[in-house]
């Protein structure tokens, strides 16, 4: 009778404070909220209408402190969980809005309060499922929250980046995730020089992958320094290293044989982008000094010649109008 008062008296509370079942609750076990249950009951007891605001005000102060046990308690249930999914801070993970998630760790609660040692094998089980699905919330979430990022910096698909092993963008990505749980339109300059930052970081460190992935290649087909070869521009290329990096990713062993036949015919078209760039390039040439072809003259022989070739590329790239003269 005692417990049927109890659940009568508690009715105006929140059923399901932070999705947590308020009978899950340590309520009783708390003298805060033991106290202001029993004011409320004596105020209730003398004149509900007299005390009707001093009764509201009670109402909404246990309702607050319902709230702040069940987020102690639903924090301790979940100590067990992977706290950095995916790098994702386990609190910014939206578990609590995920009914797989919340009907697991209802399950989970029910078994231990049932028996631990008898349901452990089910609830080892559950807490495996329960990671996992965190993990696949905290990817979701990662990838929308990255979505103002370019989603293919230097060519490279933004999800073969290793973003998450950089501490610089990490750390950027946490600071804005904080700037906008605070305040979006205060803080929206500071959101979008972080933005901004955190693109040039991708464009850093997909650029240092790009160079790691293409350590293979001859560094310089045809003397052509294989940083100034179109390969980004080139749909042939990207496809094939495209292609390689999956190999890669699923099973390098396995998949040797194809991994070889593509670094090959990568090499090989980047010989053929790198003639084309430096045949090109040279066009500015007299294409038959003393009526030798140009093609047939030694110029990639000649250390000279390919210095001054390469002095005249970095003019270039560095700006054209200002070096005219050189």
């Known amino acids: 009778l005692a417990r049927e ?14 999705v947590v079942p308020l009978r899950d609750l340590p309520l ?20 509900p209408r007299r005390n009707a605001r001093e009764i509201a005000a009670l109402e909404e ?31 910014d993970v939206p578990l609590d ?45 990662k990838l929308a929250d990255r979505a103002f990022l370019d989603q293919k910096p230097e060519v490279v698909p933004l999800r073969d980046v290793p973003l998450d092993d950089d501490s610089d963008f990490v750390a950027m990505e946490q600071e804005r995730r904080q700037l906008l749980e605070k305040d979006p339109r205060r803080n929206r300059r ?21 160079l790691a992935d293409r350590a293979f290649l001859d560094q310089k087909p045809e003397v052509v320094p294989l940083r100034d070869v179109p390969l980004d521009d080139d749909s042939d290329f990207v496809a094939m290293e495209q292609e390689r990096r999956q190999l890669l990713e699923k099973d390098p062993r396995r998949n040797a044989r194809e991994i070889a036949a593509l670094e ?20 500015f040439l007299d294409q038959k000094p003393e009526v030798v072809p140009l093609r047939d003259v030694p110029l990639d022989d000649d250390s000279d010649f390919v210095a001054m070739e ?12 200002r070096n005219a003269r050189e």
């Open 190 to 210: 500071e959101i979008a020089a972080l933005e901004e930052s955190m693109n040039a970081r991708a464009q850093e460190l997909a650029r240092e992958k790009k």
């Open 97 to 141: 809005d995920d009914s797989d998630f919340v009907a697991m760790e209802q399950e989970r609660r029910q078994l231990l309060e049932k028996d631990p040692r008898r349901n452990a094998r089910e609830i080892a089980a559950l807490e495996e499922s329960m990671n996992a699905r965190a993990q696949e919330l905290a990817r979701e979430k």
């Open 264 to 283: 090959e015919s990568m090499n090989a078209r980047a010989q053929e982008l790198a003639r084309e760039k430096k045949l090109a390039d040279r066009a």
């Open 28 to 47: 009783d076990d708390d003298s805060d909220f033991v106290a202001m249950e029993q004011e409320r009951r004596q105020l209730l007891e003398k004149d």
């Open 5 to 18: 008062k109890k659940l009568a008296d508690r009715a105006f509370l929140d059923q399901k404070p932070e």
């Open 61 to 91: 102060s246990m309702n607050a402190r319902a709230q702040e046990l069940a987020r102690e308690k639903k924090l301790a249930d979940r100590a067990f969980l992977d706290q950095k999914p995916e790098v994702v801070p386990l609190r």
């Open 310 to 321: 390469q002095e005249r590329r970095q003019l270039l790239e560095k700006d054209p109008r």
